[in-house]
């Protein structure tokens, strides 16, 4: 869910990611959640986005 983030923008979570996993990363202080079922949307804290680029290049750096 992450990882499929678009920037630190307020957006809808990816299909099939279940209120579970959205509590958990918040939880965490990777995301702030507003509104209720179908409206719920997400967006990355900075501590969120700083622990996607992080990832992503070592994702990166594993596929050299």
């Given at each position: ?23 958990e990363a918040e ?38």
């Open positions: 869910m992450l990882h499929s983030a678009d920037g630190m923008a307020w957006q809808s979570p990816p299909k099939g990611t279940s209120l579970k996993t959205l509590n939880e965490q202080g990777f995301i702030l959640i507003r509104g209720e079922f179908q409206k719920r949307q997400f967006r990355l804290t900075e501590l969120g986005s700083n622990y996607v680029e992080r990832d992503k290049r070592r994702l990166e750096a594993r596929k050299l």
